[in-house]
Each structure stands twice: as C-alpha cells, then as structure tokens.
C-alpha cells in the first residue's frame, strides 16, 4: 500500500543528455544554452567575472542547460559544484566521483533527504526526481547533475 505522502508527493521526469545530444532543446536554444556547443566560453551576462583557482585555471559562471530547482538550492548547487572544481584542481579530489562524492554528502548535510550526483564531461541519462529539486549545469568543459529522489 502506497503511503499517503508518496501518493502525494510531486514526480517529474526529464530526458537530460549531455554533449552533442540535447534533445529536449532546439537548436537554436541549445546552442544559445551550451554557446554553441562549447562549455567553456559560452554568453555570460555582462558583469559576471570568472573565478580564478590555482595554476591560473578560471571558472567560468555556471550555465544551467535544465533546472526545475529553488533559488536557494541552485545556489548551493553551484556552490558547491565551484568548491568541488577548486579541490579538483588543487588535487585533493582525484577524480570526478570524489567530486560527485563531495557535492552529494554537502546536499544531505544541509537538506533532507537522497540526494544524487553525476559529475563529467559526457553522459546521458533518464532520472525521476521530486518536483523542484533537479538541475543540470556547466561550470566550464565539466557538467553537474544534481537531484532528489527518495
């Protein structure tokens, strides 16, 4: 029997794929998205500075391909996903599952729940995740996703 709060509670799906496959945008939305198919210099509002990590290695503001997310929560999405490059990049994470690793264990620290990450540079993937708690962002040539799903 299925417990009132699981009936109730809100589902989505989405189709996310990474590279060149988005599928669930136009071309013309893609490329404005994905600017033009590079991650790493792709429009950034005017303003917007890079932040520089060690050996000179700037990341770029984040650019989000899908969110269905709260304000506060994509700001410590990326957040967090720029704590875990600058580690990357120090070298104390050694790979991007040390990086999905870290982000994963922040998310649960500060938010109920199973949260789930992917970091890299190419994937695809069809998830179900609870209503306003998924997002999938670049921060230069490495892609995050991030969400909820108990």
Do not use: C
């Amino acid at each position: 029997k299925i417990s009132d709060q699981k009936r109730n509670q809100k589902m989505s799906n989405v189709n996310v794929n990474t590279g060149s496959q988005v599928k669930h945008l136009s071309t013309s939305q893609a490329n404005k998205s994905l600017g033009s198919g590079s991650h790493s210099h792709s429009m950034f509002e005017e303003g917007e500075n890079p932040i520089i990590v060690p050996g000179n290695l700037q990341i770029h503001p984040p650019q989000v391909t899908f969110a269905d997310m709260t304000t506060d929560l994509k700001d410590l999405a990326f957040e967090l996903g720029e704590n875990a490059f600058r580690l990357l990049a120090k070298g104390e994470k050694k790979s991007f599952r040390e990086m999905a690793e870290y982000i994963k264990k922040e998310f649960e620290k500060r938010n109920k729940g199973t949260w789930h990450v992917i970091v890299g540079k190419q994937f695809g993937s069809f998830v179900t995740f609870e209503a306003h708690t998924m997002i999938m962002f670049w921060l230069n040539h490495i892609g995050f996703m991030i969400w909820k799903h108990s």
